[in-house]
């Protein structure tokens, strides 16, 4: 493992174009949708409470128009949990690189608040600070995730408004997906942290990496590709390993 860890770090340190590519295993460490022990009692009922719910089923369209009112007390709860989270050193490894664009799966801010510009992450499935109308005016706001707002209707056109993410059956922000489209083709390493790369997006940028003979370096907790020569795998914790991987650029 270690010479894998020697070969990829190099491959890094030579890097012109890198990208990172990354999914909720770069996140898990900073306590993000896991159990969250509490102080206050009532928190900690309320977070096993939610944490027993299905993603899959609050998450959708179908979920929201069922009852939005838990669809929207279940992102902020996710909102609070996300307020007191801290990024971890896998995020603050990869935010404090120059030069890199972040392409992530995670609606969480943590690769910026590890230091990242805004500009370099592309949040492919939106982002839990930003609520948006449900229908087709385009009023976004802004969320104070410390003090989410509850459900209520947008201000310009009357429809529900609801967080700007990408849920079950819904399409990948167009603009989001272009430009990581462009950043993998233009890439000359890119580095997929903490994702299964099992379902699309995943599945189709890492073969078109490959394709495009870009050097591909994975860190995941899971053995999750077929072994290629172009691949080079590397199984741990992203904490543990982005530090040992990066440690010719700093
Ligand atoms: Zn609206």
């Known amino acids: 493992m270690s010479e894998l860890i020697e070969i990829a770090a190099q491959k890094i ?18 306590g993000i949708d896991t159990f969250r022990q509490s102080d206050n009692a009532t928190d900690t009922e309320k977070s096993a409470l939610w ?11 179908e979920g929201f128009s069922a009852d939005p009112g838990m669809v929207i007390d279940w992102y902020n709860w996710r909102r609070k949990t996300l307020a007191d989270a801290v990024p971890n050193l896998a995020h603050e490894t990869l935010g404090r690189q120059r030069g890199w664009v972040h392409i992530t799966q995670n609606v969480d801010n943590l690769l910026e608040a590890g230091g990242a510009y805004e500009e370099d992450v592309l949040h492919l499935h939106g982002s839990i600070l930003t609520d948006r109308c449900n229908g087709e005016c385009g009023h976004k706001e802004v969320v104070d995730l410390h003090n989410p707002k509850g459900l209520r209707d947008c201000p310009q056109c009357g429809r529900r408004m609801r967080p700007s993410v990408v849920w079950f059956g819904e399409s990948l922000p167009t603009i989001a997906l272009n430009r990581a489209t462009v950043e993998v083709e233009k890439a000359d390493l890119l580095l997929v942290v903490g994702t299964s790369a099992q379902v699309y997006p995943a599945a189709g940028l890492i073969p078109f990496a490959i394709e495009s003979n870009t050097d591909v370096i994975i860190v995941n907790t899971d053995r999750s590709l077929k072994p290629d020569e172009n691949i080079i795998e590397i199984l741990g914790k992203a904490g543990d390993v982005l530090p040992q991987l990066f440690k010719y650029c700093f």
């Open 51 to 61: 944490s027993s719910f299905d993603p899959a089923k609050l998450a959708s369209q």
């Open 13 to 30: 340190a030579a890097a012109s174009h890198p990208v990172s590519f990354s999914g909720a295993g770069l996140s898990a460490e900073s």
